[in-house]
């Protein structure tokens, strides 16, 4: 059964991330059926916009964490991003068909850079964005490091990241994170409603207006998903993420001893 959930309605197609049960954590096969849904929605002729959403009260809480072969790969981890979630958020970025995404909770780590990825960002005023790498002692990924600085500028982007502390719907509207922020049962509609009007659009117009502000933001998205997944393979094999994930998982204050 995929983790992904495609639904068409007219030139739309709606994915839904669904993996509720982890708050649509990036276990299992929740990367491979988003890449294979994405193909198919971006090869799809008759595609003209595509909604990303989640189900549940989560958003994509990011990688799971506490299984036995999270560690394992140790500095092989850079190598599986490579292969799996990066591929992901190149192909959204890369698309020249419009996405928009509707976060409906909380988006955590890497799920912040897949909602980020989309063209036009909405959430719901319950739903928040937390770069909780730090917590846990590892690097950032997802394309965030290059996302959020972007969006809201370095200093406000040095701090989510250095301190994990969340950024609530409402401030990440008011910080130009997000499109905006529209009341929780309004969501899915407000959403659709946008994404129907970009299929409605000019797809080559919007095609090449996506195309130009990518290539305006001077920074590689390519090298700096590359430099994330390095960065990674070294935070991977530290003693300190090992405790982050740990901690995380006991729910209990992480005690992180440099090495």
């Not at 955590?108 to 002692?137: H, N, P």
């Not at 950032?140 to 990241?161: E, K, M, N, P």
């Not at 994404?195 to 990518?214: E, F, H, M, R, Y």
Request: hydrophobic residues 50%.
């Amino acid at each position: 059964m995929s983790m992904v959930l495609t639904e068409r309605r007219g030139s739309v197609t709606v994915l839904t991330l669904n993996n509720p049960a982890q708050y649509n954590a990036l276990a299992g096969s929740l990367l491979d059926d988003l890449g294979q849904a994405l193909d198919a929605a971006i090869e799809d002729s008759d595609v003209r916009a595509i909604l990303l959403t989640g189900t549940g009260k989560g958003f994509c809480a990011g990688a799971q964490l506490g299984g036995g072969n999270t560690f394992a790969a140790g500095e092989q981890i850079g190598a599986n991003m490579r292969a799996s979630i990066n591929p992901v958020i190149a192909k959204m970025r890369a698309s020249s068909k419009p996405i928009v995404v509707a976060v409906n909770g909380a988006a955590a780590g890497a799920g912040v850079g897949i909602a980020l990825a989309g063209d036009i960002v909405i959430a719901a005023r319950s739903a928040r964005f937390i770069l909780s790498f730090v917590r846990l002692g590892a690097a950032l990924d997802g394309g965030t490091s290059l996302f959020l600085q972007r969006s809201i500028g370095v200093a406000r982007a040095r701090a989510l990241a250095l301190t994990g502390q969340p950024l609530h719907a409402e401030k990440a509207e008011q910080w130009g994170l997000i499109w905006k922020m529209v009341e929780d049962a309004d969501l899915l509609n407000e959403a659709l409603a946008i994404t129907q009007g970009l299929a409605d659009g000019p797809p080559v117009s919007i095609g090449l207006i996506k195309s130009q502000i990518d290539a305006a933001w001077n920074a590689s998205l390519a090298s700096t998903l590359d430099d994330e997944a390095s960065s990674q393979s070294r935070a991977f094999v530290t003693e300190d993420l090992r405790e982050g994930a740990a901690a995380f998982v006991e729910k209990r204050p992480a005690r992180f001893t440099g090495r």
